[in-house]
């Protein structure tokens, strides 16, 4: 939150704006790793701006599925969406 909280007021003043955050698909559907999973709760936060901020004409959020990578091809966790 403290991210966005600098930008809000100046946007709310002029109507318009957006904010963008990018947060993991593992925060919806949990993957294997507990930790993972929960350190990945950013969608959470973006919901509540989204609710905070509700008719001001701000808002915004990606949350993108798995990305095929190098790194991720090797992971034995099956990768969907």
């Given amino acids: 939150m403290t991210t966005f909280q600098p930008f809000v007021a100046p946007m709310r003043a002029r109507g318009s704006g957006t904010l963008v955050g ?3 698909v593992a925060g919806f559907a949990a993957a294997r790793g507990g930790a993972y999973s929960a350190s990945n ?3 959470h ?3 509540s ?3 905070e901020l509700h008719g ?3 808002g915004g959020d990606i949350c993108p599925g798995y990305v095929r990578t190098p790194m991720t091809a090797g992971t034995a966790t099956a990768c969907p969406f």
């Fill in 41 to 43: 709760g950013g969608d």
């Fill in 45 to 47: 936060l973006l919901e």
């Fill in 56 to 58: 001001s004409g701000l």
């Fill in 22 to 24: 990018i947060a993991s």
């Fill in 49 to 51: 701006l989204r609710v």
